[in-house]
């Protein structure tokens, strides 16, 4: 008789064959508990699950305990730990060279809203296709815990110190500024911070998620603004967050009335049930005037505050060639003899 | 300023000869932004076209309008084309300035000035001329509005007759310049022809100066600095450019914006290049090593603030060994300094620039044609090196119009360094990102999107091991900086070499870099025919130094070093890099008013410190 073997079923893959292993990271050295890590989870679930090829992602980052994290997934991917608060010019930089690469820059509050404003409000205007995540946790945690610009007015450090200053609301900025996609999230919020990250890979332009992700050594106490508990208390959804990727060609019936769906750059479309009768995450001056209110309020508003797929991005307003520059043949980049003649005539 | 330095007054007194032909040099002194520009290059181009060498130095204030501008155009037979010290020919239109510009003068030199100004009761000699400007610019240009800008080219006119400057080669260098414009060429052309006539009917020649016809400038083009070294990395490939305004460098990156809208735009009407105008110097070379990781050919160019703004990055670019080209167009510092005026001022801070132990690759173009070889010169080192390359240019060179042979179509491929393709990875299976694996210190990269599973390696500006990893360890810190360092000793015998003039017995040798150039070739004339002394020269073109000038300084008993800044920094980086029994060897000349460098002030204290 045939003996019978039993073999182990085949990993799960994805559209292009990958497993999910396929993007995961190094191990990571952050905090057990550090919200950072979970964000690096949804990551590497969102690309794996709309199947972008890890070779195609270019990483970037800051410094901070945040900018550490493209460490700890996608090794398939390259990646720049460039300087603090300057990780926006590199990404630019490297968008330009090469077109075809997914942009992916993780920054910290601190590395943005304090040493990185300058970079951050210009790569904010440019609308430059980048994924740029702030992993928001109130303070800086690599340099042991110190107030950063987002820290809410009155929250409270493990050592007793007030912040008397207001925050810096990025998201209310980064509207303002011209980002074409952004949305607020909370580390613990699974579903809702995997279905933006969905999103955000469907969209061509900035997309700004500032994602509030408790950090556990220094700011996760009683009187913080950004602990998991605090989250727990105040997030307030603005939708419910869905999204259907182009490649999975499912009609799914939904209710206009009360759901607003966009079609995204690739076709996917984003969905958004109300949880607030007329808000319209495509009118920039509702979504302003939203989160200022918030701020009054004291909640802490997540979902997408204000999405347009069909802004010209950066590389579209250069008008640059469809082949990366960066590899561009020497008979395309260096001009004949006869207009280097020309030039010269010109010159005599 | 003016003419404050000028060699006045002294009791030398020149010989007066009745003809000074084709060596002379005129300063005109106008209000920045009265449209002389026009004027003072149709002047230069017509002695250009004339056959006579000729140099034209702009001498403005840090301003846009209303403060007092020079420009100095030398014509000079022998090819001196360094700044010369002494006016010959003051153009006074500058209410303001005149009286100092004309008290400035030596004697026998010639002024023209407009008749109100009454300047010739001032010295009884110098030789005057008056022209009544409002007066005769009227008929010439009934639109009020326009006499302004018109009124300037009178004493091209005025000059051109005074001067025999050929009418003819006049017209044609007004087409050139309002090429497009017949009306306003015209316009122009008919104020100099009034000038002409003005000096023909009232002005007899009591000057002793005329350019006549030579042939020395045949073929020769004229450009600045900044706009050869934009065409330079045209030519070089150059796909990314991100640049924040700073004077004197601006005018860098506008004319490759200019050129690579004519000729890099392809058949599908698409940019081959990006350029960006950066929110700051933080962000332009923030771009350039993004650009250049992702394996573009990116450039930035900037002056002294901007390259202090930059010390950070290039830390990173150094340790992350990411190639990239900066041209640092060095004007006078510190902090804003003299942001007009022309220095070699950040020769010492950008070859150490940032913190740590790094090191950089200098090069120093000295003139229009090395601003263009050099362009391509610094792609291919940054790229065979993965690491920065300093282009140190200066003020007098980038925003001054020079003279220069044609530039040589660049005959070498564009090469692209030690960069792994997916075919190669397939073949080699992976590789360490920082390991040394032909003994040159150069490792492999891959760029971003190289389409293999192994290609990807984490750029970190903190320690790493050959793989690119975090790590902490001494012995892996150690070796990788050993490594870095075993680069730039590599970089020795790929650089430029230095131009050595020698003739085997000169005991006295002197070594410039940049723009002084031109002040040394006229210096060592000056040497030899007033003091019958020879010298030996060479000239720097790059840093690290290259074999040749450790010989240099071994086979002379004494080396000049020469330089526009205060602290002899050349200097400090030869004491560096000499063994010590010849750094007692060197001497400094050090310059720091902020003019191009003149010849007769090396000679003078040359000598003075020859003890003769
Ligand atoms: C120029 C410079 N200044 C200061 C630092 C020190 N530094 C490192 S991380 C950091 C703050 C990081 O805060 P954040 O971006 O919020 O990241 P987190 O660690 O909280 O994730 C600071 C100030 C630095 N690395 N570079
Ligand atoms: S210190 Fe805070 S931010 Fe840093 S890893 Fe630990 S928990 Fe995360
Ligand atoms: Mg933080």
Redesign the pocket.
């Known amino acids: 008789m045939a003996a019978t073997t039993t073999s182990a079923p085949p990993p799960k893959t994805n559209r292009i064959g990958l497993a999910v292993i396929d993007y995961r990271g190094g191990k990571t050295?952050?905090?057990a508990?550090?919200?950072?890590?979970a964000i690096s989870e949804r990551i590497i679930d969102a690309m794996y699950e709309m199947g972008v090829k890890p070779e195609r992602v270019a990483k970037l980052s800051g410094i901070?305990?945040?900018s550490?994290s493209p460490a700890y997934f996608m090794g398939r991917s390259h990646s720049f730990n460039a300087v603090h608060g300057r990780m926006p010019s590199v990404a630019t930089g490297a968008v330009l060279a090469n077109r075809s690469l997914m942009a992916l820059g993780v920054s910290?509050d601190g590395d943005t809203a304090s040493i990185g404003m300058g970079q951050f409000v210009h790569l904010m205007r440019r609308n430059l296709p980048l994924i740029y995540i702030i992993?928001d946790?109130g303070?800086y945690?690599?340099t042991?815990?110190q107030f950063s610009a987002t820290a809410d007015l009155g929250s409270k450090l493990k050592t007793g110190v007030i912040n008397d200053l207001p925050p810096v609301d990025t998201c209310a900025m980064a509207v303002t500024l011209g980002a074409t996609f952004v949305g607020r999230s909370f580390s613990g919020d699974k579903r809702q911070l995997h279905a933006m990250l969905k999103a955000a890979i469907a969209h061509h332009g900035t997309v700004m998620l500032d994602v509030v992700?408790?950090?556990?050594?220094?700011?996760?106490h009683e009187g913080s603004t950004k602990s998991y508990k605090y989250m727990k208390d105040h997030d307030e959804p603005l939708q419910e967050v869905s999204f259907v990727p182009a490649f999975e060609d499912i009609s799914v019936e939904y209710d206009p009335g009360s759901t607003v769906e966009v079609t995204m750059h690739d076709g996917s479309r984003l969905r958004l049930r109300k949880l607030e009768e007329d808000y319209d995450p495509t009118d920039r001056i509702r979504a302003i005037t939203r989160l200022n209110e918030a701020h009054e309020k004291g909640e802490v508003l997540t979902g997408v505050f204000y999405v347009n797929p069909k802004a010209p991005s950066f590389v579209d307003l250069l008008n640059i060639a469809e082949q990366p520059l960066a590899t561009l043949p020497e008979s395309v980049v260096r001009p004949g003899r006869e207009v280097l003649e020309q030039v010269m005539e010109e010159l005599r | 300023m003016a003419t404050t330095d000028v060699a006045l007054r002294e009791a030398s007194g020149r010989a007066e000869p009745k003809h000074v032909v084709n060596d002379m040099s005129i300063q005109v002194a106008t209000v920045n932004g009265s449209g002389s520009q026009s004027s003072n290059s149709v002047l230069l181009r017509s002695i250009f076209q004339m056959g006579v060498p000729v140099s034209g130095k702009n001498l403005f204030p840090s301003n846009i309008a209303g403060l007092p501008t020079w420009y100095t155009i030398r014509a000079n037979k022998d090819g001196y084309i360094a700044r010369k010290k002494e006016i010959d020919f003051v153009i006074a239109m500058n209410p303001e300035t005149a009286q100092e510009d004309v008290m400035s003068l030596a004697a026998g030199a010639a002024v023209l000035y407009d008749e109100p100004l009454n300047l010739n009761s001032l010295r009884a000699d110098l030789i005057f001329y008056s022209v009544p400007y409002d007066k005769l610019v009227a008929p010439v240009c009934p639109e009020a509005k326009l006499r302004k800008l018109v009124r300037n080219m009178i004493y091209v006119g005025v000059v051109a007759k005074l001067l025999e400057i050929d009418m003819g080669e006049v017209e044609k260098a007004i087409r050139k310049q309002f090429s497009k414009k017949v009306k306003a060429a015209n316009l122009n052309l008919a104020a100099v022809q009034a000038g002409y006539d003005y000096a023909a009917a009232n002005l007899p020649k009591r000057d002793p100066y005329f350019i006549q016809r030579m042939d020395k400038t045949k073929g020769k083009i004229i450009i600045d600095g900044n706009s050869a070294a934009a065409l330079g990395c045209m030519f070089a490939g150059v796909t990314v450019v991100s640049w924040y305004p700073i004077t004197p460098s601006s005018s860098l990156p506008e004319a490759t914006i200019e050129y690579m809208k004519r000729f890099r735009v392809g058949a599908d009407g698409k940019a081959t290049f990006a350029i960006v105008q950066a929110e700051d110097e933080l962000a332009a070379i923030g771009m350039v090593i993004g650009a250049g990781w992702a394996g573009a050919r990116a450039m930035t160019a900037t002056a002294g603030p901007g390259i202090s703004l930059m010390a950070e990055f290039s830390g990173l670019a150094y340790y992350t060994e990411i190639p990239g080209v900066i041209w640092d167009i060095q004007r006078v510092g510190p902090s804003t300094g003299l942001p007009t005026r022309t220095s070699q001022g950040d020769m010492l801070s950008t070859a150490f620039l940032s913190h740590g132990d790094t090191k950089h690759i200098l090069l120093i173009p000295c003139s229009a044609e090395e601003c263009f070889s050099m362009a391509q010169d610094a792609f291919e080192l940054a790229e065979q090196f993965q690491t920065l390359v300093f282009v140190m240019s200066d003020l007098d060179l980038g925003m001054n119009n020079w003279m220069a042979d044609p530039f040589k179509y660049p005959e070498k491929p564009i090469k692209r360094g030690k960069v792994l393709d997916k075919e190669e990875l397939d073949r080699l299976g992976g590789f360490a990102r920082y390991k040394d694996v032909d003994g040159d210190g150069i490792p492999y990269r891959t760029l971003p999107g190289t389409d293999h599973p192994a290609a990807a390696w984490f750029a970190r500006g903190s320690g790493h091991n050959e793989k690119g990893q975090y790590s902490e360890r001494p012995d892996d810190y150690e070796r990788n900086m050993e490594r870095i360092n075993r680069k730039f000793e590599t970089a020795r015998s790929f650089v430029p070499r230095p131009d050595v003039v020698a003739n085997g017995s000169s005991k006295i040798g002197i070594i410039a870099y940049g723009t002084s150039h031109w002040a040394i070739v006229e210096s060592r004339d000056q040497l030899r025919k007033e003091y019958s002394i020879e010298t030996d020269y060479l000239r720097l073109r790059a840093y690290p130094f290259t074999r040749e000038v450790h010989d240099f300084v071994k086979t002379h008993d004494r080396v000049y070093v020469v330089e526009q800044n205060r602290d002899a920094q050349m200097m400090s980086l030869l004491k560096l890099d000499l063994e010590p029994a010849l750094v007692t060897r060197l001497r400094s000349i050090a310059h720091i008013h902020g003019l191009p460098m003149d010849a007769r002030s090396v000679t003078d204290e040359l000598m003075t410190m020859e003890g003769k």
């Open positions: 050295t952050l905090c508990g550090c919200g950072h890590n901070g305990c945040s550490k910290g992993e946790n303070v945690g690599l042991k815990g992700s408790p950090c556990v050594t220094f700011n996760d």
